[in-house]
């Protein structure tokens, strides 16, 4: 008899594991949430949330108050376990696994017969069938996929998330799923869980082919967003508006040029293309290029802001947006944070920084003496010299004349 989901267990309750979390306790499966954080888990098991994303502070607090959803540090026995830990790469660019290793060996003691183990954290191809592995070395008295197929005790897939900051309730209801496993009955088994909580489609692969599918898509769209960007960099020297230029070459049925922007920001785009680098780093050289396009555009665009201020004789520099993309908290991989650290090691006077998602300013600009946290208000007034980098609601809505007599730089093209 096949056993039911009555309780799942969440690693990792970041920007897709409390939404997940969320998500599966509003269907009506208990939930237990597991984080390092401490201040993470206080403020979920008061029904709070410690990120911004639309409606999640709404089921997460109605699913806690039902008794469906709670956080703490140990994972507990659970009918299915979802990894949801970051997976982020060391300065070589190498895929640093020590939070999914830590996360397996964490459930390892409280796996039963009949459990579901699911890696959904991005990863390098290999890393689902290296986690039966960890579990089959520390559990010895269960069978695992890889080795035993559809007749292990434990099953073991791989899933990743494929939804965006903004829309990530939405699109995990929404969103088809790719679900690979390590034997077929594996993708099976992780099919019937998603099915509690998913309209989308559970499309059933190898958890082999799952992982390179999820890496594909991220460097399918660095490589889009390189061309966007090293279109930017010629149009620049051309004296071309690149904005114009874009949308009119996209009156094309053919081209969909995408929009340039101060860099690629965020734990996918600009973290996964080397995941399938180090796979195969001889064959890969258009994914390699990209990468070298777009960690270079942050460069520019400090160069531009620093010429500016030296240009205008300008006292004090102002930057918009420290988040990655627009109208979200998350800071993660944002080459705004490194274009304002690059102006404010170069610049002699005062930089500015506004950002309405976060209260406190992140490393390395907590380290940088003439860097400060102010409202938009402050910095437009204070200012010389603007440097849009994220297009937040405020910027894109803010009252233009206000940046009459100014020297702009709009890495988004929103003010044009």
Known sequence: MVKEFKKICVLGLGYVGLPTAAIFASRGVTVQGVDTNAKTVELINQGK???????????????????????GHTPEPADAFIIAVPTPFT?????????????????????????????????PVGTTEKVSGWL??????????????????????????RVLPGRVLLELVSNDRVIGGIS????????????????????????????????????YRDVNIAF?????????????????????????????????????????????????????PEVSPLIQTARAVNDAKPVHVASQALAAAKF?????????GLAYKADIDDLRESPAIAIT????????????????????????LTEMNNVKLVDLETALEAAQVIVLLTDHRPFREMDRARLVGKAVIDSRGIWR
């Open 312 to 320: 205008s004789k300008a006292k004090t520099i102002a930057c918009l």
């Open 136 to 161: 089959a070395a520390a559990r010895k008295d269960l069978t695992f996929p890889h080795l035993a197929g559809d007749k292990a005790d434990v099953q073991v897939a791989h899933s990743p998330e």
């Open 184 to 219: 077929p009955y594996c993708a099976e088994r992780t099919a019937q869980l998603y099915k509690i909580a998913i309209g989308g489609k559970c499309l059933l692969t190898t958890a082999a082919t799952a992982e390179l599918v999820k890496l594909a898509e991220n460097a």
């Open 91 to 123: 300065g070589a660019n190498k895929p640093d696994l020590t939070y999914v290793q830590a996360a397996t060996a964490s459930i390892a003691p409280v796996l039963e017969k009949g459990a579901l183990v699911i890696v959904e954290s991005t990863c």
């Open 228 to 280: 966007a960007n090293e279109l930017s960099l010629i149009a620049d020297k051309m004296g071309i508006d690149v904005w114009e230029a874009i949308e009119l070459a996209n009156h094309h049925p053919r081209v969909n040029i995408l929009r340039p922007g101060p860099g690629v920001g965020g734990h996918c785009i600009a973290v996964d293309p080397w995941f399938l680098v180090d796979g195969a």
């Open 341 to 364: 650290a690059d102006i404010a090691e170069s610049f002699g006077g005062p930089v500015l920084v506004v950002e309405p998602n976060t209260q406190d300013l992140p490393e390395p």
């Open 49 to 71: 949330v410690h990120i911004i994303e639309p409606d999640l502070d709404i089921i997460v607090s109605s699913s806690v108050n039902a008794g469906m959803l709670k956080a």
